[in-house]
């Protein structure tokens, strides 16, 4: 059986054998929604690679008691891979940090590209990194993840060529790039950026600026897919290919 997760900041980190008391959003959750009983598995962790499994020991009106079995500390894969993801119209972008979360990313990048009908501008920035921020936790939590992806600062296309070098790898998804997805070397540290852009597509100069900068333009299969989906495609296919799936 698949234990519920719930997320909680676990300071101290607790020791087997110890009592918690999850509280907050978190507890009234497991205790309205969830519907936890006595004696009942659950995980608990704090976003950060801390795992509690135990067992709830006592449920109040919004409050859980649990007493930690096991005290897990995790580490993040590597090479890690992070999201850069373009702001684009509806919620496709958002789309794309809930299953990318769901696929194993250890952050993401809101890129405001040049063709991106989206923009966060003055308090929208604020605004929009604490949105997808919330969603990247909740699907963190849904899939049962120890680490919840960081939402940077939004930046720039200048401002993410200028953080190229500080990846081991730039994958730049294009339809018309000779290299395809499944061939690129891949590093076995670091990060690996997956460069995904609006729906309007990534502009010729900015192509360039990436390439010039040290990014690879790789292809995925021969259909077009939106931002929604082709990083999400990407994603997979690397999980895959680092051995991970």
């Given at each position: 059986m698949v234990l519920p997760l719930?997320?909680?900041?676990?300071k101290p980190v607790p020791s087997p054998g110890d009592t918690i008391i999850l509280d907050g959003t978190e507890g009234k959750h497991a205790v309205t929604v969830r519907r936890m009983r006595v004696g009942e598995g659950i995980q608990l962790s704090n976003g950060l690679g801390i795992r509690v499994v135990g067992q709830v020991s006592a449920v109040l009106a919004s409050t859980l008691q649990v007493v930690a079995?096991?005290?897990?500390?995790?580490?993040?894969?590597?090479?890690?891979?992070?999201?850069?993801?373009?702001?684009?119209?509806?919620?496709?972008?958002?789309?794309?940090?809930?299953?990318?979360?769901?696929?194993?990313?250890?952050?993401?990048?809101?890129w405001q590209a040049d063709r991106s009908i989206s923009r966060w501008d003055g308090p929208k920035v604020a605004k929009?990194?604490?949105?997808?921020?919330?969603?990247?936790?909740?699907?963190?939590?849904?899939?049962?993840?120890?680490?919840?992806?960081?939402?940077?600062?939004?930046?720039?296309?200048?401002q993410l060529v200028q953080q190229v070098p500080?990846?081991?790898?730039?994958?730049?998804?294009?339809?018309?790039a000779e290299v395809a997805i499944t061939t690129v070397a891949l590093p076995v540290e670091g990060q690996i950026a997956v460069v995904v852009g609006p729906e309007g597509g990534i502009d010729d100069h900015e192509l360039q600026q990436l390439e010039s900068a040290g990014a690879i333009r790789v292809r995925l299969g021969d259909s077009i897919l939106r931002t929604s989906t082709a990083g999400l495609a990407a994603i997979s296919v690397l999980e895959s290919r680092l051995g991970r799936w």
């Amino acid at each position: 059986m698949v234990l519920p997760l719930f997320q909680h900041d676990l300071k101290p980190v607790p020791s087997p054998g110890d009592t918690i008391i999850l509280d907050g959003t978190e507890g009234k959750h497991a205790v309205t929604v969830r519907r936890m009983r006595v004696g009942e598995g659950i995980q608990l962790s704090n976003g950060l690679g801390i795992r509690v499994v135990g067992q709830v020991s006592a449920v109040l009106a919004s409050t859980l008691q649990v007493v930690a079995n096991e005290v897990i500390t995790e580490e993040l894969p590597q090479p890690g891979i992070v999201l850069v993801q373009a702001l684009a119209k509806g919620d496709r972008d958002e789309m794309a940090v809930q299953a990318g979360t769901e696929l194993g990313i250890s952050g993401v990048i809101p890129w405001q590209a040049d063709r991106s009908i989206s923009r966060w501008d003055g308090p929208k920035v604020a605004k929009g990194v604490a949105r997808w921020q919330l969603i990247a936790n909740e699907a963190a939590k849904q899939a049962l993840r120890a680490f919840n992806p960081q939402v940077a600062q939004p930046v720039t296309s200048k401002q993410l060529v200028q953080q190229v070098p500080n990846f081991a790898a730039v994958l730049v998804l294009d339809p018309t790039a000779e290299v395809a997805i499944t061939t690129v070397a891949l590093p076995v540290e670091g990060q690996i950026a997956v460069v995904v852009g609006p729906e309007g597509g990534i502009d010729d100069h900015e192509l360039q600026q990436l390439e010039s900068a040290g990014a690879i333009r790789v292809r995925l299969g021969d259909s077009i897919l939106r931002t929604s989906t082709a990083g999400l495609a990407a994603i997979s296919v690397l999980e895959s290919r680092l051995g991970r799936w």
